[in-house]
DNA sequence: CGCACTTCTGGTAACGATACCATATATCCT
DNA sequence: AGGATATATGGTATCGTTACCAGAAGTGCG
């Protein structure tokens, strides 16, 4: 053609077969380790491959086997470090089954997801783990890929399909017991910090806060309860919904002397809003985030958090979604609801005053 | 066989043509967008391929075309801000192109990275940008993988094969320029925080930060120079790091009065560690960070930071790979060198006190 | 009108591998 | 010994799609 190369075509069994004095079909039995070839055999063959740098084409493989040994995963942002305990999880369980991963993002947009998910799909992943935000086109897409029979998990919420599994963490139980830490400390005016309508796993942390202040007979008001500016943006990133829905609930007359924030990220934009004010955390207002990233013990002071152990959710999606490609693919549903933990720092307990915050309220 | 199901198989275009009473070729040509279809052909065939909820095996197209419109990214770690930014400039290059992406990671482990390499490009992506981190195998592997002729570009740092490009930051002259920020601010004790000689961009850090100090004649002391504990550490993760060296920076006699760090969670970690020993940033001691991560805006106080542009990074990656899948795939070798932008917050310069640091110096 | 050319549709072979079948030899058991 | 079984190799068809070719029908033009 135009120029030199263009000529130079991937190697196929073939050529190894040919290289090798044997037919493809031994060379096909050989990289796939199947039991009935002779010692010598097996070494001629791999030794060419070796030499010539043989690698299988998965396409072709794919085609004819009707099984490609990759599981799709596709996470709602890259960024996000629930994205990659889950991604851990789940290669911890699926990588010595021989699975290989292609991870795609829907970067906050509905179009991306399903051109995403439609990749995946496309070039028949064995089967695939979807993390994604809940939208009504999400899943009404998700519903139309999951009718073939495709093996899906959904994490992070729920989702109503008869042959698809999901993994979630409760939120709701999650978010009851950080309130009922910040009661047993004293508290009886606590906010919530960054209010979500559209989140699923949001909602039901905000649920779980509602019923813990209903449950301790403490009053609800709706001055201690803000949401974020945007509120479509997405969960992770709002540091800046954090700062300035903090802002807003400090420049009212009434203020809380605790705060349950949406988020880890929320809740440092919430402190660095009250650091800015003058006031300090925990002795003027105690705080509580939610997902214990990594950063949340090492902001100043080290954040109190709810841990949703995203990494046995990985665990748990990858061992469901085994159960159903060498399983009975057609069984019923299963849902697993994990148990999110508590972790004391000191946010919300100053080792040098122990119980501050029984001073505070206004 | 065991149960009901499994027989139920993907559809194919033979279905689809059946069903419309074309021959399956037309059907292909429909959903491959050929300009020889008439109007009311395309339209039958759209109409069923919705309606059955059809789509085209990316197996087979791949296999028959011997295009993938695949392109693989492998990845050091997910969680790395790096990862996030860098996909999201390729994408914005190379999505309006028609092309899916495929992401893998290496998790710190060359097992690893040669597993997703390899499956990427045995599932024969069109294309493979390379981010990992320099290892010597990892280095062979990739070789190995150039020369059947695979376009691949390397980001993060150099890659020597004639028919590889590489992209990166200039990490020696961010460096430099962060030093010679500290000095105009009139520090003279200048330590560095996290030295790593595994690491090909901590390695020319370290460099510019010696440089700036031989070219402005100050001394260099190896009592101001701390390297992290694990030495295998990634990039990124080592705030524990960070804080170990600080502290142990601290624990001497002669303490610096500005420090420089390989990159913003080593800085925060070492922030935290200053905290900690009842010291002020940037009072007592300034700090510059690298990267410019997302958080490191949101540090008490905000950290100066050196952002290494990965986005553009991104960009230029995509565009790159774009030259090499369209054009000549044998042109010589491009490489990019990126310029960094100082990001100048209060971690060096204290609002209330101008130019504290004129004060300090032991 | 006849020839070249564009537009449109269909048939056939092939991409690179494996499922399945056939066959040959070695091994075992009664 | 002889039939059954395990081991080892090779041949053929096929997975689902597109490249390529063939040809019909419509268009333009001297």
Not at 56 to 81: E, H, M
Not at 259 to 271: C, E, K, P, V
Not at 299 to 307: F, G, H, S
Request: charged letters at 25%.
């Amino acid at each position: 053609m135009d120029r030199s190369s263009r000529k130079k075509k991937h190697l196929t069994i073939v050529d190894i077969a040919r290289r090798a004095g044997v037919a493809p079909m031994s060379v096909s039995r050989v990289i796939n380790d199947n039991a009935y070839v002779s010692k010598q055999m097996r070494e001629k063959v791999l030794k060419v491959v070796k030499e010539l740098n043989y690698h299988p084409n998965a396409l072709a493989r794919g085609l004819k086997s009707q099984r490609t040994q990759v599981i799709g995963i596709v996470l709602p942002d890259i960024v996000n470090p629930f994205s990659a305990e889950l991604v851990r999880g789940i290669q911890e369980v699926l990588l010595p089954q021989g699975y290989s991963f292609f991870i795609s993002t829907s970067e906050r947009s509905v179009a991306r997801e399903q051109a995403a998910l439609r990749a995946l799909f496309e070039h028949r992943a064995d089967g695939l783990i979807v993390a994604t935000r809940e939208t009504k086109e999400g899943n009404d897409f998700l519903l139309r890929l999951a009718e073939p029979g495709l093996p899906m998990i959904v994490v992070g919420r729920q989702f109503n399909h008869p042959r698809v599994d999901h993994v979630t963490a409760d939120h709701w139980k999650g978010a009851y017991e950080a309130v009922e830490h910040l009661i047993s400390l004293g508290h009886r005016s606590i906010g919530f910090v960054g209010v979500s309508l559209v989140n699923g796993a949001g909602l039901r942390r905000f649920r779980g806060y509602l019923d813990a202040l209903r449950d301790n007979n403490l009053p609800v008001s709706s001055k201690l309860i803000v949401g974020p500016d945007r509120v479509s943006g997405p969960d992770y990133s709002t540091q800046d919904d954090g700062y300035e829905a903090m802002k807003r609930l400090l420049s009212q007359r009434k203020r809380p002397s605790a705060i349950l924030a949406r988020n880890d990220f929320t809740a440092m934009g919430a402190m660095y809003a009250i650091r800015d004010t003058g006031l300090s955390v925990p002795d003027d207002i105690a705080i509580v985030g939610f997902d214990n990233v990594p950063l949340s013990a090492y902001t100043t002071p080290p954040l109190t958090t709810v841990d949703q152990t995203i990494i046995q959710q990985g665990r748990e999606s990858a061992r469901l979604m085994l159960e159903r490609i060498t399983g009975d693919r057609a069984r019923e549903r299963r849902e697993i609801n994990l148990e999110c933990r508590l972790i004391i720092r000191e946010s919300t307990w100053s080792k040098a005053a122990p119980s501050p915050a029984l001073v505070t309220s206004a």
